[in-house]
């Protein structure tokens, strides 16, 4: 039964995910990959019809992939999340910390301090509340994985994306330390750090080749080898490096 009393949707046996995000870009692809491996999904972001998009692409029915609209930058919303989850499924075996957000190049002294809360918000503290909530959570069943999406702009450190590169160098502290801590109680945690992935976020502009970009699928692939690793095998830290260098000059 689930906290409210009601029994599981999706079956109690129905492997869960959550994936933040899963409105477009890399988290849709994640979700429509975990769904195909059999999982029942929670998908959360703000964007209803995004959502709903993901999910039609699924092909799971509703019952199997409950739409959750929320705005990571608001601070409940970790606890709402994780609270929707396991009242609808009861428990959860997989978190997939998608949902990230910038913008457009901004010089430092010249960032809205609005859009500095924001990403520290959405890119550091919710995923770090969701982990904490959902480790809970699996570490009571003895078992399940957390995912996080950083950037290989932690490393890079672009001029230009110093708050956003700050957040993401922080989220890969966090992983490593945390999965010192939550393995002992049978969890995966691990990190994905890709270069350049051809996705909305990245504003179209004339020094990118979007061809040379890493995919959605690529991103996507990396999650699903994480989840599906054993516990003791599992990688901590994913660089993933498009082939070409998007930024070299065409
Ligand atoms: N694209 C790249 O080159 C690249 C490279 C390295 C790492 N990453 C990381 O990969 C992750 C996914 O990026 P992407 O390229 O797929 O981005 P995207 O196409 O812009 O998708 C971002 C997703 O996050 C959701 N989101 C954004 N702000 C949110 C908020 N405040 N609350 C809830 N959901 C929110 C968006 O939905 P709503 O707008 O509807 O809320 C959307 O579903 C991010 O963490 C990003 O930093 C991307």
């Not at 993901?54 to 705005?71: F, K, W």
């Not at 520290?120 to 995923?127: G, S």
């Not at 966090?174 to 909305?200: C, H, M, N, Y």
Request: aromatic residues 2%.
């Amino acid at each position: 039964m689930t906290a409210a009393g009601r029994s599981p949707r999706g079956g109690a046996e129905a492997r869960v995910a959550i994936v933040t995000g899963a409105g477009r870009g890399i988290g849709r692809a994640v979700a429509l990959e975990l769904a195909r491996a059999g999982y029942s999904l929670c998908l959360a972001a703000r964007s209803r019809d995004e959502l709903e998009e993901t999910r039609s692409q699924t092909g799971l029915p509703p019952e199997r992939a409950l739409i959750v609209l929320l705005d990571l930058a608001i601070e409940e919303a970790p606890d709402n999340l994780i609270s929707a989850a396991l009242d609808c499924y009861g428990h959860i075996d997989v978190l997939v910390n998608n949902a990230g957000w910038a913008p457009p190049r901004t010089p430092l002294l010249k960032m809205r301090p609005i859009d500095l809360d924001r990403m520290i918000a959405v890119n550091l503290r919710a995923p770090i509340a969701l982990t904490r909530m959902a480790a809970a959570a699996m570490a009571a069943r003895g078992g399940g994985t957390v995912v996080n999406l950083a950037s290989s702009a932690a490393i890079k450190a672009p001029a230009g994306e110093a708050v956003y590169a700050a957040t993401k160098a922080a989220l890969i502290a966090f992983t490593r330390a945390a999965f010192g801590e939550l393995r002992q109680s049978g969890l995966k945690l691990a990190v994905i750090v890709p270069g350049l992935v051809d996705t909305a976020l990245i504003p179209n502009s004339k020094r990118l080749d979007r061809t040379a970009m890493l995919s959605t699928a690529d991103v996507a692939q990396a999650v699903m080898q994480i989840v599906n690793s054993p516990a003791g095998a599992c990688p901590v830290e994913v660089m993933l490096e498009p082939q070409l260098d998007p930024e070299r000059p065409r």
